[in-house]
């Protein structure tokens, strides 16, 4: 009858020194990956990030064009990198609100975007609602501006674009005192004009978007009530 041969007495000693041997291959290989991740990261802040650098002084109220600035690999710590214009941000046209001297790193609190993409002022009028369709205006409607002085209504402005329309609210409860303040794009010519009807005081906006607007339209004599004078 066969007997079972017993456990060999060395089997464990093998064993421990197969597990010993192993354990300095795995601290090694850890070191290893350790300084290959810190090689990594030291290369990726010598790199830096790029960031928009004045080309030239830069003065207030400059647009920013191509030939103003250069993107340049800028090494610093992320709390400075956060206030620095990346080099892939929308920097283009934007407004220089303070002096930039060539070579240094552009912050985000100098520049601001213009007031329009095209060049033209931006301008806010106070309105009433019931002169101004009943507030019903949006962003990206037209508008004329028709005013009344001397017995003759005509248009000042015509077919201007509105930028923003908001409420003046009353107090704390934050009912609508019944104004508006209309913010419009306008050019020079335009802003003048308004400012004239402002100061008379006599003026109605007429929402014509999508129709054409009352540029070249001949003024016409109305009465004191407002109908049209014969």
């Not at 005081?201 to 003024?219: D, I, N, Q």
Request: charged share 20%.
């Amino acid at each position: 009858m066969d007997r079972p041969h017993p456990a060999s007495p060395g089997h464990p000693q093998r064993l421990q020194r197969r597990h010993s041997r192993r354990a300095p291959l795995v601290v090694a290989l850890a070191a290893l990956l350790g300084l290959v991740g810190a090689l990594v990261a030291l290369r990726s802040e010598a790199a830096g990030r790029p960031v928009v650098v004045a080309a030239r002084d830069l003065v207030p109220g400059a647009r920013l064009t191509a030939g103003d600035v250069q993107v340049v690999a800028v090494a610093a710590p992320g709390s400075v990198l956060a206030h620095l214009v990346a080099g892939d941000a929308a920097w283009r046209g934007r407004v220089v609100t303070a002096p930039v001297a060539a070579g240094e790193p552009v912050t985000r609190t100098r520049l601001r975007p213009a007031a329009t993409d095209d060049g033209r002022r931006v301008m806010s009028i106070p309105v009433d609602r019931a002169r101004a369709v009943d507030g019903r205006l949006r962003p990206g409607d037209r508008v004329d501006v028709v005013q009344a002085l001397d017995g003759t209504a005509a248009v000042v402005a015509a077919g201007l674009e509105v930028l923003a329309v908001a409420d003046d609210a009353d107090g704390a409860l934050g009912a609508s005192r019944g104004r508006l303040t209309v913010t419009l794009a306008v050019d020079v010519a335009e802003s003048q004009r308004l400012t004239g009807a402002l100061a008379d005081g006599e003026f109605v906006l007429t929402r014509v978007t999508g129709a054409a607007p009352g540029a070249g339209a001949a003024p016409i004599g109305v009465g004191r009530t407002g109908t049209v004078a014969r």
